[in-house]
C-alpha cells in the first residue's frame, strides 16, 4: 500500500517552533493535494492545512491562521508544515495525506476521501 511518511514532530515548549515533513518514496507530490491533518487523545481527527498539487493555492484552518505554514519542495518530493507560535492545544498525533484537490480537507466526514495515510508523527508543546 502506498504511504505518506511523516517526521520532525518531537516536544517543543509553548511558544516555539516545530517543522513537520511528509514524503513519498513511491509517487511524485506534485501531482496531488497533500493535506496535513491532526488528533488529539479523545478528540476527532482535524484538517490542519492543505497545498494544492499546484502548488499555488494553500488553506489554513482557523487554528492554524497566522502560526503554521505549508510548502513543498519539488526537488526532495516533500511538503513540510512550518509550525510556529505553538501552543498546548497543538499537542496531536500529525499526518499527511493526499488526494486530487483540496476540499473537504477539513470536513471530517470530507476528509476520508484523502488517502495514503503515513504513521504520524507526534507534536507534544507543554511547558
Known amino acids: 500500500q502506498v504511504q505518506l511518511a511523516e517526521s520532525g514532530g518531537g516536544f517543543v515548549q509553548p511558544g516555539g517552533s516545530l517543522r513537520l515533513s511528509c514524503t513519498a518514496s513511491?509517487?511524485?507530490?506534485?501531482?496531488?493535494?497533500i493535506g496535513w491533518f491532526r488528533q488529539a487523545p479523545g478528540k476527532e481527527r482535524e484538517g490542519v492545512s492543505c497545498?494544492?498539487?499546484?502548488?499555488?493555492?494553500?488553506y489554513y484552518a482557523d487554528s492554524a491562521k497566522g502560526r503554521f505554514a505549508i510548502s513543498r519542495d519539488d526537488a526532495e518530493n516533500t511538503v513540510y508544515l512550518q509550525m510556529n507560535s505553538l501552543k498546548p492545544e497543538d499537542t496531536a498525533v500529525y499526518y499527511c495525506a493526499r488526494h486530487r484537490f483540496c476540499d473537504h480537507y477539513n470536513d471530517y466526514e470530507g476528509m476520508s476521501v484523502f488517502d495514503s495515510w503515513g504513521q504520524g508523527t507526534q507534536v507534544t508543546v507543554s511547558s
Open positions: 497545498l494544492s498539487s499546484s502548488g499555488g493555492n494553500t
Open positions: 513511491e509517487f511524485t507530490l506534485v501531482y496531488f493535494a
